[in-house]
């Protein structure tokens, strides 16, 4: 068993909740929420959802306190930043640099999903891609999500909220399958799927089989980089083609914490 962080500013369940279903057996997920600005354990408050908000819970320190709570060292072997939005919100460089901070001081790896997807679709020759998010997501974090890639290097062919319920637990896999194959532009190589807290990794195989091209999604290629960054053989299946490319091992690895130890 390999024991992965979340550490996200989000209410709603994203990775927690999909990853053991790529995974089962195989890992543990501890959740690390950050907490909303003034809150209290009395009065929790409600998470930001503006790029306001979010830009200010992307701070180190936030990111330190988060990952505190997970207990000392060894107690995760990986860190994933669960918030699509909030890369968008602060760009590629500053996120790059947010987690390469968390990753020195907790020397573990770490990686956020829109980083993430920056490097999946590098891996996979993507040059053209279309962005879906949740119907959460306002015109403005749509165009945040389609400056984030174009300053990546990609063409954005469109970037749009799917016309879904805006309830997180109400949205089917079979609704997703249908909204995107009819959305989906001829010109785009491939779909991401934004939004940690759209939760489509049900849908990923079969909408890749619509569509005929590969589609990604927040929760599944965070995770996808994590096991890459901890060299974790596993045979993830149904989840999109994805897992069939490996991810690249840039960089020096941190030592295995104590935990990964005693499992070997």
């Not at 279903?21 to 997920?29: A, D, G, N």
């Not at 950050?34 to 200010?56: F, K």
């Not at 505190?68 to 939005?85: E, Q």
Request: glycine share 8%; net charge negative; hydrophobic share 40%.
């Amino acid at each position: 068993m390999w024991s992965l962080g979340v550490i996200t500013p989000h209410a709603a369940a994203g990775s927690e909740a999909e990853w053991p279903l790529m995974v089962p057996r195989q890992i543990v997920t501890r959740i690390a929420r950050i907490p909303a600005p003034g809150a209290t354990a009395a009065a929790p408050g409600t998470p930001p959802t503006s790029p306001a908000g979010l830009r200010t819970l992307a701070d180190p320190a936030a990111m330190n306190d988060a990952a505190a709570s997970f207990g000392g060292p060894g107690s995760v072997d990986a860190i994933g930043l669960a918030s699509t939005s909030m890369g968008y919100v602060i760009g590629g460089a500053a996120e790059s640099a947010l987690l390469q901070k968390l990753s020195l001081r907790c020397n573990v790896p770490v990686d956020g999903a829109s980083a993430a997807a920056v490097t999946a679709l590098r891996v996979m020759d993507i040059e053209r891609v279309e962005l879906v998010h949740p119907p959460w997501f306002d015109d403005e974090m749509n165009e945040l999500g389609n400056r984030y890639f174009q300053n990546e290097g990609f063409n954005v062919i469109a970037s749009m909220s799917a016309a879904l319920p805006s309830d997180p637990q109400r949205i089917e896999a079979d609704e997703v399958i249908t909204w995107i194959s009819h959305h989906v532009n001829d010109d785009a190589q491939a779909v991401f799927i934004g939004g940690n807290g759209f939760r489509v990794a049900t849908a990923i195989e079969r909408l890749e089989h619509h569509v005929g091209r590969p589609v990604l999604a927040s929760n599944q290629v965070l995770l996808w980089s994590l096991l890459g960054k901890l060299r974790v053989r596993s045979e993830v299946c149904g989840y999109g083609s994805l897992f069939q490319q490996s991810p690249p091992s840039t960089g020096t690895q941190p030592r295995p914490s104590d935990a990964a130890r005693r499992r070997t």
